[in-house]
């Protein structure tokens, strides 16, 4: 099971916090990443982060959001500053073991101008 929660309704500029908890997974999980997906678009990567700490961005949320995981606990984070109303969209969690992956069940996140 994956799970995010977070998400919400900001002002430009603002920020945000989402988390990401995953459970009942079998096998050692490589990757955790975010991805959103806005009315009308395709979903698309905006970080992912490895095991060992290596974080790959989107460009468009370089500089701005930070991903970060807590191994122990399964849980994947991302820090959203700066925010634009071009960050609007669901925002959905996916976790990446050996044999499968994962998606959560997303949430939302709304920059008003």
């Known amino acids: 099971q994956v799970v995010e929660s977070g998400g919400g309704t900001v002002q430009a500029g603002g920020s945000l916090r989402l988390s990401c908890a995953a459970s009942g997974i079998t096998f050692s999980i490589n990757t955790m990443g975010w991805y959103r997906q806005a009315p009308g678009e395709q979903r698309e990567l905006v970080a992912t982060i490895n095991s060992d700490g290596s974080a790959n961005y989107a460009d468009s949320v370089k500089g701005r959001f930070t991903i970060s995981r807590d191994n122990a606990k399964n849980t994947v984070y991302l820090q959203m500053n700066s925010l634009k109303p071009e960050d609007t969209a669901v925002y959905y969690c996916?976790?990446?073991?050996?044999?499968?992956?994962?998606w959560g069940q997303g949430t939302q996140v709304t920059v008003s101008s």
């Open positions: 996916r976790v990446v073991t050996r044999i499968l992956y994962y």
